[in-house]
């Protein structure tokens, strides 16, 4: 069997980390804020995850690539094009033109909401939740749910960077989660 968790390279995870700025206090005290903006910048760093998020999910017939506002619209449309599937925006309350539906939800460091667009993707299709982090797993919880009211079946969540020691991974599979795949690139333990 494939271990997909096994694909990065040493050599690949490395080149992504060192991509990758801590930024302290960020957005509020105590926070040690991952910024991806150094990744983006660096046209190999972004072929690399754009790849591997690719990879991960190629042969999963995913259907429709759910991109969370707004660092998961880059990493969500790229690979939406990589697997031929729709791309839908998750985004912040009022941003969305027609009529939506909305959910509340609790971050790391305070509450929020999501919304996404009514008639999003057709009953039965298969879901891939995409952002640029997973911490505590509320945010991405919250587009899963949104997907699952509209009729999609969430078959996975990716990440470019996951903070290990805030469990949201096993947030995301918790409760019976018809989301078998939890797929992160770079992993940080606490105080990394």
Known sequence: MFDHDKLPSTHALDYLKAHLRSVPDFPKPGILFKDITPLLADPRALHITFDLLAQRFIGEHIDVVVGVESRGFIFGGA??????????????????????????????????????????????????????????????????????????????????????????????????????????????????
Not at 169 to 183: E, T
């Open 79 to 192: 690979l939406a094009a990589r697997l031929n599937a729709s791309f839908v925006p998750v985004r912040k309350p009022g941003k969305l033109p027609a009529k939506t539906d909305r959910v509340a939800y609790a971050l790391e460091y305070g509450e929020a909401e999501l919304e996404m667009h009514l008639g999003s993707m057709k009953k039965g299709a298969r879901v891939v939740v995409v952002d640029d982090l997973l911490a505590t797993g509320g945010t991405a919880r919250a587009a899963a749910e949104l997907s699952r009211r509209q009729g999609g079946v969430v078959s996975g969540y990716g990440f470019v960077v996951e903070l290990d020691f805030l469990d949201g991974r096993a947030r995301l599979l918790d409760g019976g989660s018809d989301a078998p795949i939890v797929y992160s690139i770079v992993h940080f333990a606490a105080g990394e």
